[in-house]
T-cell receptor
Framework: AQSVTQLDSQVPVFEEAPVELRCNYS??????LFWYVQYPNQGLQLLLKYLSGSTLVKGINGFEAEFNKSQTSFHLRKPSVHISDTAEYFC?????????FGAGTTVTVRA | DSGVTQTPKHLITATGQRVTLRCSPRSGDLSVYWYQQSLDQGLQFLIHYYNGEERAKGNILERFSAQQFPDLHSELNLSSLELGDSALYFC?????????????FGQGTRLTVV
């Protein structure tokens, strides 16, 4: 079974600073990776996805992620965060007709 | 708005009871997934239906069951409820359900068992 590991459970960051959320995956076959965001008291919203092609994937709200096959990583980045980016972020891998999620990273943006 | 509708939004019930959670997928989506989110277990996959048929099963307890109806809406039935079943239950839908299709999530049903 494929799985993902999110390396940071909590990431505090100041407004307008950059942020990186780390995600490693385990897979011996072709992999499809996703980042979702969950705002307080809401469902999950897709930020971006990697299916194939360019290893740099751009998503919504200024987020981007880089697929690195040699390091089996799919880290999420944003060059300048806003207060409204405070949320929980989930990395996920598509595996046998389901998504398997990481434990999540809570991002808290402070002024 | 993802287009996936879940009802009810909140549910409070007593131990030993049975509840039904309902999900209406996005228009045109054939696949429905159910997930449970709790503080200690994180996001756990429960079950996946595609066009009325069960396609994959995850960590779903025997006390739980689900089905997808001909109009493609789905219901998750939880019975003999225990305190530990308190969680946020998400439904998601996708067009096909293959590995390269993204899933769209509803707002969830927060179940509290007292």
């Amino acid at each position: 079974a494929q799985s993902v590991t999110q390396l940071d459970s909590q990431v505090p960051v100041f407004e307008e600073a950059p942020v990186e959320l780390r995600c490693n995956y385990s897979s011996s076959v072709s992999v499809y990776l996703f980042w979702y965001v969950q705002y307080p008291n809401q469902g999950l919203q897709l930020l971006l996805k990697y299916l194939s092609g360019s290893t740099l994937v751009k998503g919504i709200n200024g987020f981007e992620a880089e697929f690195n096959k040699s390091q089996t990583s799919f880290h999420l980045r944003k060059p300048s965060v806003h207060i409204s980016d405070t949320a929980e972020y989930f990395c996920a891998v598509s595996d046998s007709y389901k998504l398997s999620f990481g434990a999540g990273t809570t991002v808290t943006v402070r002024a | 708005d993802s287009g996936v509708t879940q009802t009810p939004k909140h549910l409070i019930t007593a131990t030993g009871q049975r509840v039904t959670l309902r999900c209406s997928p996005r228009s045109g989506d054939l696949s429905v997934y159910w997930y449970q989110q709790s503080l200690d277990q994180g996001l756990q996959f429960l079950i996946h239906y595609y066009n009325g048929e069960e396609r994959a099963k995850g960590n779903i307890l025997e006390r739980f069951s689900a089905q997808q109806f001909p109009d493609l809406h789905s219901e998750l039935n939880l019975s003999s409820l225990e305190l530990g079943d308190s969680a946020l239950y998400f439904c998601a839908s996708s067009v096909e359900g293959g590995r390269n299709t993204e899933a769209f999530f509803g707002q969830g049903t927060r179940l509290t068992v007292v």
